[in-house]
């Protein structure tokens, strides 16, 4: 077994300390008693305790999970439905067109979907009369809750049609390296298509789909361009929180938060992870059964 060379380790850690530090740095410096975040005061847990007595981030946060959540699990549908159809159905007409719309929010600039999204949701408003006191017919008054302000609405929005892009390259890459005999052996023993989708298909593109939906999750609550543009009074976000407060003067109590979050995420990573690989050994060992009971 080849040794890896003494530079390579030293870049390969010069790359790790320069990803983690200032995350470490940031954990460190949440139990900070001083206010100043980047001097050393004594150990405290005093910011843990004014975080958890701040509304205002409490509620920020609280909708940047809310929307995080909706939105990687509808990308994670949709993105899946765009997966299947680019990587299954062959050639067809427009199928390039149909890519090219698929994947353009992720080589776009957020500044531009922003824009476009937020001339959108102004024409609809207008279109639907949401101007008026009464919008006309059930339409109306429908797109009217939906879209006649700015809100979480068209922030969900928003983040599901960036979030959707990416899932779909994760699906269609997937599927292309899908060995497709076991779908084949289902069909040929008398089993519908759609079952064979979600009972075959669907378990063994999992872990592109909890992947896809992971990523979506992330760049939704993290994301701070596309959310100032579709977001409005009342609707403020974590980023947009984090953003503020660190234009006046930042405070430990966004160290802490941050140190939450870290915590939160990695243990479900974690416990994702076990789960995946405990499922596909499951799934590899009925394989090796199967086969093993042919032969």
């Not at 530079?7 to 008693?33: D, Q, W």
């Not at 100043?36 to 509620?59: A, C, P, Q």
């Not at 824009?115 to 101007?131: E, I, K, W, Y």
């Not at 966004?254 to 479900?268: C, D, P, Q």
């Amino acid at each position: 077994m080849n040794k890896m060379p003494l530079s390579n380790r030293l870049f390969m850690l010069l790359g790790f300390f320069f990803l983690y530090a200032p995350i470490l740095s940031l954990v460190i410096f949440s139990f900070n008693e001083s206010r100043l975040v980047t001097v050393w005061g004594g150990f405290s847990l005093k910011w843990y305790g004014e975080m958890f007595r701040n509304d205002s981030l409490l509620s920020a946060a609280g909708l940047s999970f809310k929307i995080a959540f909706l939105a990687a699990t509808l990308a994670v549908v949709l993105g899946t439905v765009a997966g299947f159809v680019l990587a299954r159905f062959g050639r067809f007409k427009g199928k390039s067109l149909f890519a090219g719309l698929t994947t353009a929010p992720m080589v776009m600039p957020e500044v531009i979907v922003g824009l476009s999204m937020l001339l959108l949701f102004v024409s609809l408003q207008s279109s639907l009369g949401c101007s008026v006191e009464d919008p006309q017919g059930l339409v109306g008054r429908l797109g009217c809750w939906a879209f006649g302000e700015r809100g979480m609405i068209t922030i969900w929005i928003g983040h599901t049609t960036l979030c959707m892009a990416y899932v779909a390259v994760l699906v269609q890459s997937r599927l292309k390296e899908l060995d497709r005999s076991l779908e084949d052996a289902a069909m040929d023993l008398g089993c519908h298509p759609f079952k064979v989708f979600f009972v075959i298909t669907i378990p063994v593109i999992a872990p592109a789909l909890v992947s896809g939906w992971l990523l979506s999750f992330t760049l939704s609550l993290d994301d701070y361009v596309l959310t100032a543009f579709l977001s409005g009074p009342g609707s403020t976000t974590m980023p947009q929180w984090i953003f503020s407060s660190v234009r006046i003067g930042p405070t430990p109590e966004v160290n802490a938060l941050a140190t939450v979050i870290i915590v939160v995420v990695t243990v479900f990573v974690v416990i994702s992870n076990r789960l995946m690989l405990s499922a596909q050994a499951r799934r590899d060992k009925a394989m090796q059964a199967a086969f093993a009971g042919k032969h």
